[in-house]
């Protein structure tokens, strides 16, 4: 089992990743995802954070990064999902696998890949 994804990806060649996917729902991933990328590397963030960013994005620049946003909803269709939430109607908790650190992140894709869950959290300061 791989346990620290940011060794991980630069035990290939030592340049990193050739793309990362971000859909945690935390800015702070940008970060990371730009750390492992390699020089003209992708990231595809799904999503946006709760926060503002916080960190300089020069790195984009400097690794010549191409970095694309996927949305996959309007506000209507989450206002509706918000209310059917909020009303009862919709549980997510059936899908929720359970959360794990983010060190542990190849164990939680693994009962994904598995069927063993439809659903893991990683929390990147693991609490």
Known sequence: MIGDPRA???ERDGLGA?????????SITLKTAMEVVRPSGWISKVGWGPKPLGFNLDPLVQKNI???GSFSHNWPIWERVVALLASGQLDVKPILGG???L???REAFDKM????VV?????????
């Open 119 to 127: 659903k893991s959290v990683l929390l990147p300061n693991g609490s």
């Open 103 to 105: 060190d542990s992140w």
């Open 18 to 26: 050739d793309g990362v996917i971000d859909a945690a729902g935390a």
């Open 99 to 101: 959360t794990w650190p």
């Open 8 to 10: 991980w990806a630069f």
């Open 66 to 68: 191409t970095l694309q």
């Open 113 to 116: 890949h598995h069927g063993e």
